[in-house]
């Protein structure tokens, strides 16, 4: 109970929202065509069952990567009720990508056990398959993480904390042009967003 109400936890669990803001910022108002959303490292999913659940009007698709294969069975099991609308992938998503296009691509829990190198390669790949006038959005630890000693001396929890610049210098190896990158974060400030237009 301690560590959970601590700001790293806290951080985890306000990126559900986060995803599903940006979720609801893609999705209103779009008429005439699905909105196609690629989710990597999309672990149980628990984040796309409560937003599809609220908003059932809502025309969706979700592609998702994944390369713990409990992940995924636990993914699809609660995203039974919308199957339809779901595709799993249980790849390494440094060596699969589905082979479309999509409005927004997602990863929350992934970029911050990569190295830069690695970090870099992934982007351009998820940039690459992003739609003009769609979006990369990235999560990553920031620096300023009040939990940090904590979650690594007790909970061998070891991430690549960043911070802002970094995330956008990164952005920029990958490719990104200056003026479409940008780095929000939910309210404990301890998860960073990076953004990308197309
Ligand atoms: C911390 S969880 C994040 C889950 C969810 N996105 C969230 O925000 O809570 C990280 C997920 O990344 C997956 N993962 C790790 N490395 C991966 C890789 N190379 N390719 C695909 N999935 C990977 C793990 O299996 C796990 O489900």
Redesign the pocket.
């Known amino acids: 109970m301690y560590f959970h109400s601590q700001a790293a936890p806290n951080a ?1 669990r306000n ?2 929202a986060y ?1 599903h803001q940006l979720l609801n910022s893609h999705s209103v108002g779009r008429t005439k065509a699905p909105l196609n959303v690629l ?7 628990r ?1 796309m069952r409560e937003w599809v659940l609220d908003n059932p009007e809502r025309e969706v698709f979700f592609d998702c ?4 294969i409990h ?1 995924i069975e636990r993914a699809k099991k609660l995203c039974e009720p919308f199957a339809k609308r779901v595709e799993f992938y249980h ?4 060596r699969f990508l589905p082979a479309k296009g999509y409005e927004l691509v997602w ?4 970029f911050d ?1 990569l190295t830069d190198r690695t970090f870099v390669y992934l982007l351009k790949a998820l940039m690459a398959v992003t739609k003009r006038g769609g979006e990369v959005v990235v ?1 990553n630890f920031s620096d300023h993480n009040p939990s940090r000693d904590y979650m690594e001396l007790l909970g061998d929890w070891v991430l690549q904390h960043r911070t802002r610049d970094h995330l956008r210098e990164l952005a920029l190896e990958a490719g990104a042009p200056a003026d479409s990158i940008e780095v929000m974060w939910e309210p404990e400030g301890v998860n960073l967003f990076l953004h990308i237009r197309r």
């Open positions: 985890v990126r559900k995803f989710n990597v490292a999309s672990g149980p999913a984040d990567v994944d390369a713990e992940a790849r390494n998503v440094l990863s929350a829990g992934l056990y999560g």
